[in-house]
């Protein structure tokens, strides 16, 4: 599988405006997600996507050490369809993700932002901009993802 990553120019992209649900069925209006003025992740995946379970998993394993460093805070939004959506749960149960898990069964969201395939990944900084993306997974490349949060809170830090 082919991995790669796009560095977003420095005119930053703001998330779209599109409601999701939390898997406890609260609505959640996306152009609001933050961290209090710190870096956060959204990770997008499915039940049936095995890089993206294996992505989570390797993030899962290294995430107590991300939040004491950075502060980062991780979305993962399941684009499973209606009739999957009630995989979801046990599955971030079974694996036992601390993430904020939305749900996007009407692939609103991933299609306001042009994702094809998924895993996908986008890093934004405290402001919500979108700075990063990645697509893909193969093993390791989750050190990408702090390296960026890392240049934000640096930036931040200045």
Request: overall charge negative.
């Amino acid at each position: 599988m082919l991995a790669f990553a796009v560095q977003v120019n420095k005119t930053f992209a703001q998330l779209p405006s599109v409601t999701l649900k939390t898997i406890d069925g609260q609505t959640v209006r996306t152009d609001t997600l933050s961290n209090n003025g710190r870096p956060f992740i959204i990770d997008f995946f499915a039940t049936w996507c095995k890089p993206c379970n294996r992505e989570l998993d390797a993030i899962a394993e290294v995430y107590d050490e991300w939040r004491e460093e950075t502060g980062v805070k991780i979305f993962a939004i399941s684009i499973d369809q209606a009739q999957n959506i009630n995989k979801v749960k046990p599955l971030v149960s079974n694996h036992g993700w601390e993430y904020d898990v939305l749900l996007d069964p009407n692939g609103d969201l991933k299609r306001a932002l042009g994702i094809q395939m998924i895993p996908f990944v986008l890093v934004c900084d405290g402001k919500g901009n979108i700075v990063y993306k990645h697509n893909g997974y193969t093993d390791g490349a989750e050190s990408e993802l702090i390296e960026k949060v890392r240049e934000l809170t640096i930036d931040n830090n200045n």
